[in-house]
């Protein structure tokens, strides 16, 4: 057997069995009941913000924004081309079109002067991915949105516990989102969170995401089944109190991958901007001959060492290939060169060393020349 290195694992163990057997218990397994409320109330205290809203989704999350800030129908909405094709869908989803913007080659994030020749008429929001946990420039970002009048609506799926000049990602727009993805540093099992400061438009998401049901019944208007289950909360709450232990971990893990690997010729890392600190959801590599991506790839994979290729460009996916796209050549060449290496917190020090070592061995002896480690 090889040594099982885990890539984006969850980490569920006693505490979240032992949360989730007293939601069974109490008979709160829907959306009713006070672990939801204790799941938005712990998360709106952590990140310092008035409200938080516990969705089923990261993608519902944003979509319900896009919906509370009036989104739609020949409104345009800039994007950053590398991502997840889940930051794009929503925009369709409310009727609007989305238009890419290439990401910076240092940091691997929306470059705000492609978003800023990307604004038009139509433009009405945009929306800055902390892309693999690593904040964007968002004084940039917020600039521009403040020149054009356009809403910020930050996609913080991957960046739980990240923060822009001591402040916590997802509270540096008009509203933050985040995903409790069953791979993200804590999850629910699925879910997500919609954050802000505006507590009335907080209210009315909170309200729309229960199928905008009012007294006794009554809906007031088109509503959305967006809601998290109690179930999916108490394991939320539980991953919540790990947070900083799940934390300190990736980012020791990316240290020990920097300083292992940082001084060899071929090999670049994701950089932050001045005053970022990212959560390291992900600690990823540029492979800057792309030719050997692969044979790389291929070739940890039979020392069980699980890798993944960053996000395809989702301006390159057949759904969006016809949109508009400022494009530098960026996005692709990162895609071409990247590679996720394990992060779970499954792993210990020892199983990233065992990394850095296969990688060392395959930079410094030109190939996998010696047998797997067993």
Known sequence: MYKKIHLDAPNIGELEKLYLNRAIDSGYVSSAGPWVSGLEEKCAAYLHTAKAVATNSGTSALHIALHELGIGKGDEVIVPALTF???????????????????????????????????????????????????????EINRIARKYGLHVIEDAAESLGARYRGVFTGTLGDLGCFSLNGNKTITAGGGGIVTGNDVQRLNHIKFLINQARGEQGYHTEIGFNYRMTNLQAAVGLAQFERLEEFLAKKRAFNKAYRDALGHINGIRFQEEYKGAESSYWFTCIIVEDASVRRELQEGLKDRGIPTRRLFPPVSELPPYRGCRFIDRGNSRYIYERGICLPCSTLNNPEDIEYVCRALSEFYYEGSFVYAPVK
Request: aromatic fraction near 8%; glycine fraction near 4%.
């Open 85 to 139: 094709i889940a930051t794009v869908n929503p925009v369709v989803y409310a009727g609007a079109t989305p238009v890419f913007a290439d990401v910076d080659i240092r940091t691997w994030n929306m470059d705000p002067r492609a978003v800023e020749d990307a604004v038009t008429d139509k433009t009405r929001a945009v929306i800055p991915v902390h892309l693999y946990g690593n904040p964007c420039d968002m004084d």
